[in-house]
């Protein structure tokens, strides 16, 4: 079964695709391509453009942030080299701590020479102590012998007799071991907190150079620990210790000693801790990492790890920051100054900081800090990158714009050159089909003729045989001409059909008419079944007779043994149903798809052998086209076919036709 209902026109099979198609590619695909491209381009050239456009905004800003951390930097250094200029050594380094200037410092006298950190240094006795060597020795092989007491003996009297303080202190200190590790506690408390607390004492030193008397009261205080009897020289001790580690005018203290005093005296009374002894223990770190002593105001690596040191012009104070104080002040800093828009500064040494996806922009810091770079990270949409997607997207819609005026314009162009391509195919069709199909009859004719002339006086009923196979073969060519006419004004679209109220009954009957002889002749049974109150239609009757006549024509050219045809016309809703039933040959699904096109014949020979040349259902399909119609086919193979044009029925009609 088929449903047909197709505009007049429409490109049948291989009408000029491949033209338009290559058309198409270059009028459209390829200037979509280019342009696709050269909007690529722009863009990335646009998001280039204002990167730099960012880049050299943010630079000017930089250069401003950099002048001022310079001034920052300056104004750091002098007052390093101002503050606390004209105290002892540990006093300013314990000032510059109080102050935060830095982290930590190292302090020089103005040859270059390392002041503070103190470290310890071997002390060569003044004198032969008195008693000693041997004394020492003896008592040695005593403590050794576990004779504590005997050799506690030896260093009092050791102690009573030299006049060298450094000595009778360390004998002092001797002694109280002694006593301490044979039990006798308050003994050695007595001689290390009373003993020892003699002025005198007061700035003897170990042979390293370490004060005595500190390390002694150290070593009270741990005798003392957790015995309730002792509790207030514990405390008197402790306070005493405290202030001597706070102390930073004479006796100058070893650095090492003085870290080690505060972290047992912190262990032992639970107080505040000593503020300075972070600035002390990196400092003594600084000394012991060997770091060469800096010799500009530059900020410049030590062998620590994340330690930078930077000194003052004087050179006499370096100051030590660690890395994460730098990072975070010169954030301060810049996070003041900076008025980037959109974007977060930092500052942080090369090599190190935000990681290549993050940072916008590096830029070198400056004088002092040469090793440093700013990092610039955007947060969020910035103006520059709204503006740059502002232009991206009028370049797209420009793009799209032209690609779719383009695409407009092939269309068109495509329209046409089909259009010019189908006209040229069908005349060459058509000569090639109307000489062909006119040559056949003309040429029987001209045979018919020739014969009759040649036997003037011949057989009557020959003559009359010959006469109507000539009036056949006109018959034939007439209606070949009748399509060929029609079809070719159909074709230029000329046909002006001339609608007004027709009763298809009565077009039934014109084409009967048309078609009685030819049906009787071959000995075919024509019914025509009409029903009854058969509304009308808008239609030219002409062109309805025509309609009819060629689906007539084909029921008796398309026909087997079997030559029972009948058209059926009836009334269904709104439309009106004129069907032509055969037995005849039929059509297979395939072929029902293809028979509307204009030239397409199944069987080529059978329809030339009846006068067909594939026009007759292009003339049927366009004419009910022209009504507002549609075609149904309904077909099987050696079953027959038939063949149904719906037709609008006359709305307004008010008349009938009687059935
Ligand atoms: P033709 O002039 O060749 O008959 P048509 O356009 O009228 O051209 O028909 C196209 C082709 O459709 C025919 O060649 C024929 O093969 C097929 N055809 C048309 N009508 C019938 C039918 N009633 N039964 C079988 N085949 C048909």
């Given at each position: 079964?088929?449903?047909?209902?197709?505009?007049?026109?429409?490109?049948?099979?291989?009408?000029?695709?491949?033209?338009?198609?290559?058309?198409?590619?270059?009028?459209?695909?390829?200037?979509?391509?280019?342009?696709?491209?050269?909007?690529?381009?722009?863009?990335?050239?646009?998001?280039?453009?204002?990167?730099?456009?960012?880049?050299?905004?943010?630079?000017?800003?930089?250069?401003?942030?950099?002048?001022?951390?310079?001034?920052?930097?300056?104004?750091?250094?002098?007052?390093?080299?101002?503050?606390?200029?004209?105290?002892?050594?540990?006093?300013?380094?314990?000032?510059?701590?109080?102050?935060?200037?830095?982290?930590?410092?190292?302090?020089?006298?103005?040859?270059?020479?390392?002041?503070?950190?103190?470290?310890?240094?071997?002390?060569?006795?003044?004198?032969?102590?008195?008693?000693?060597?041997?004394?020492?020795?003896?008592?040695?092989?005593?403590?050794?012998?576990?004779?504590?007491?005997?050799?506690?003996?030896?260093?009092?009297?050791?102690?009573?007799?030299?006049?060298?303080?450094?000595?009778?202190?360390?004998?002092?200190?001797?002694?109280?071991?002694?006593?301490?590790?044979?039990?006798?506690?308050?003994?050695?408390?007595?001689?290390?907190?009373?003993?020892?607390?003699?002025?005198?004492?007061?700035?003897?030193?170990?042979?390293?150079?370490?004060?005595?008397?500190?390390?002694?009261?150290?070593?009270?205080?741990?005798?003392?620990?957790?015995?309730?009897?002792?509790?207030?020289?514990?405390?008197?001790?402790?306070?005493?210790?405290?202030?001597?580690?706070?102390?930073?005018?004479?006796?100058?203290?070893?650095?090492?000693?003085?870290?080690?005093?505060?972290?047992?005296?912190?262990?032992?009374?639970?107080?505040?801790?000593?503020?300075?002894?972070?600035?002390?223990?990196?400092?003594?770190?600084?000394?012991?990492?060997?770091?060469?002593?800096?010799?500009?105001?530059?900020?410049?690596?030590?062998?620590?790890?994340?330690?930078?040191?930077?000194?003052?012009?004087?050179?006499?104070?370096?100051?030590?920051?660690?890395?994460?104080?730098?990072?975070?002040?010169?954030?301060?800093?810049?996070?003041?100054?900076?008025?980037?828009?959109?974007?977060?500064?930092?500052?942080?040494?090369?090599?190190?900081?935000?990681?290549?996806?993050?940072?916008?922009?590096?830029?070198?810091?400056?004088?002092?800090?040469?090793?440093?770079?700013?990092?610039?990270?955007?947060?969020?949409?910035?103006?520059?990158?709204?503006?740059?997607?502002?232009?991206?997207?009028?370049?797209?819609?420009?793009?799209?714009?032209?690609?779719?005026?383009?695409?407009?314009?092939?269309?068109?162009?495509?329209?046409?050159?089909?259009?010019?391509?189908?006209?040229?195919?069908?005349?060459?069709?058509?000569?090639?089909?109307?000489?062909?199909?006119?040559?056949?009859?003309?040429?029987?004719?001209?045979?018919?003729?020739?014969?009759?002339?040649?036997?003037?006086?011949?057989?009557?009923?020959?003559?009359?045989?010959?006469?109507?196979?000539?009036?056949?073969?006109?018959?034939?060519?007439?209606?070949?001409?009748?399509?060929?006419?029609?079809?070719?004004?159909?074709?230029?679209?000329?046909?002006?059909?001339?609608?007004?109220?027709?009763?298809l009954s009565e077009v039934a009957k014109d084409a009967v008419e048309a078609v009685h002889e030819r049906f009787h002749a071959a000995g075919f049974q024509l019914e025509i079944k009409t029903a009854p109150q058969l509304p009308q239609v808008t239609g030219d009757r002409d062109a309805l007779v025509t309609l009819l006549v060629n689906l007539l024509d084909n029921a008796l050219k398309y026909a087997r043994n079997d030559r029972r045809v009948a058209v059926r016309i009836n009334a269904v809703g709104d439309q009106v149903c004129m069907a032509v039933e055969?037995?005849?040959?039929?059509?297979?699904?395939?072929?029902?798809?293809?028979?509307?096109?204009?030239?397409?014949?199944?069987?080529?020979?059978?329809?030339?052998?009846?006068?067909?040349?594939?026009?007759?259902?292009?003339?049927?399909?366009?004419?009910?086209?022209?009504?507002?119609?549609?075609?149904?086919?309904?077909?099987?193979?050696?079953?027959?076919?038939?063949?149904?044009?719906?037709?609008?029925?006359?709305?307004?009609?008010?008349?009938?036709?009687?059935?």
């Amino acid at each position: 079964m088929r449903m047909a209902m197709r505009k007049w026109g429409t490109p049948t099979s291989g009408t000029g695709f491949g033209p338009v198609l290559l058309l198409l590619i270059v009028a459209v695909v390829a200037p979509t391509a280019c342009l696709l491209w050269l909007i690529t381009q722009a863009t990335q050239n646009e998001r280039l453009a204002i990167r730099q456009k960012l880049e050299n905004a943010y630079r000017a800003e930089l250069q401003e942030v950099r002048v001022r951390l310079e001034d920052w930097w300056r104004d750091r250094t002098d007052r390093l080299t101002a503050l606390a200029a004209d105290v002892p050594a540990g006093e300013r380094f314990a000032k510059l701590v109080d102050e935060g200037l830095a982290d930590s410092f190292i302090l020089c006298n103005t040859q270059g020479e390392l002041v503070y950190p103190v470290l310890p240094w071997p002390r060569v006795p003044e004198s032969q102590p008195t008693g000693g060597p041997e004394e020492w020795v003896k008592a040695e092989d005593l403590i050794a012998a576990g004779a504590l007491m005997e050799a506690a003996g030896i260093y009092q009297a050791i102690a009573d007799q030299t006049t060298e303080i450094d000595l009778a202190a360390q004998a002092l200190m001797a002694q109280a071991r002694c006593l301490g590790g044979s039990g006798h506690h308050q003994a050695a408390i007595d001689v290390l907190v009373h003993r020892l607390s003699e002025p005198r004492y007061g700035n003897a030193r170990d042979s390293n150079g370490r004060l005595i008397v500190p390390s002694a009261q150290l070593v009270a205080l741990e005798m003392m620990a957790g015995r309730p009897a002792d509790q207030s020289d514990f405390g008197r001790t402790a306070r005493d210790l405290r202030a001597r580690l706070l102390n930073y005018r004479e006796p100058v203290m070893p650095t090492a000693q003085r870290l080690f005093l505060m972290e047992r005296l912190g262990s032992l009374v639970p107080q505040p801790g000593f503020e300075r002894w972070d600035a002390e223990k990196l400092a003594l770190d600084y000394v012991e990492s060997q770091t060469p002593l800096p010799s500009t105001t530059i900020l410049t690596r030590t062998l620590l790890n994340r330690v930078w040191q930077l000194a003052s012009e004087d050179k006499t104070v370096v100051a030590l920051l660690q890395e994460s104080r730098i990072v975070s002040e010169t954030a301060a800093m810049a996070k003041k100054w900076a008025t980037l828009p959109e974007a977060a500064v930092w500052v942080f040494p090369t090599g190190a900081g935000l990681s290549d996806r993050d940072c916008f922009l590096r830029e070198p810091v400056g004088q002092t800090m040469t090793d440093w770079q700013f990092n610039v990270k955007l947060a969020g949409p910035n103006p520059f990158a709204k503006a740059a997607e502002r232009q991206i997207a009028i370049y797209w819609w420009t793009g799209i714009l032209v690609i779719l005026a383009c695409a407009a314009v092939t269309l068109v162009l495509a329209r046409h050159m089909g259009r010019q391509v189908r006209l040229t195919r069908l005349k060459n069709d058509l000569i090639a089909t109307v000489s062909h199909e006119l040559k056949t009859p003309l040429s029987s004719v001209r045979v018919l003729v020739e014969t009759l002339l040649d036997n003037e006086c011949g057989n009557p009923r020959q003559t009359r045989e010959y006469l109507e196979m000539i009036a056949r073969e006109n018959q034939r060519l007439s209606r070949l001409i009748d399509n060929f006419l029609t079809f070719s004004r159909m074709e230029r679209n000329k046909r002006a059909f001339e609608m007004r109220a027709v009763s298809l009954s009565e077009v039934a009957k014109d084409a009967v008419e048309a078609v009685h002889e030819r049906f009787h002749a071959a000995g075919f049974q024509l019914e025509i079944k009409t029903a009854p109150q058969l509304p009308q239609v808008t239609g030219d009757r002409d062109a309805l007779v025509t309609l009819l006549v060629n689906l007539l024509d084909n029921a008796l050219k398309y026909a087997r043994n079997d030559r029972r045809v009948a058209v059926r016309i009836n009334a269904v809703g709104d439309q009106v149903c004129m069907a032509v039933e055969d037995h005849g040959i039929g059509l297979s699904r395939r072929d029902i798809r293809r028979i509307f096109d204009r030239f397409y014949q199944v069987d080529r020979s059978l329809s030339r052998e009846s006068g067909g040349c594939g026009l007759g259902l292009s003339i049927v399909e366009f004419i009910v086209d022209a009504h507002g119609g549609r075609i149904d086919v309904r077909s099987q193979p050696g079953q027959g076919s038939t063949f149904s044009i719906w037709l609008p029925a006359r709305v307004e009609a008010t008349r009938t036709e009687q059935g």
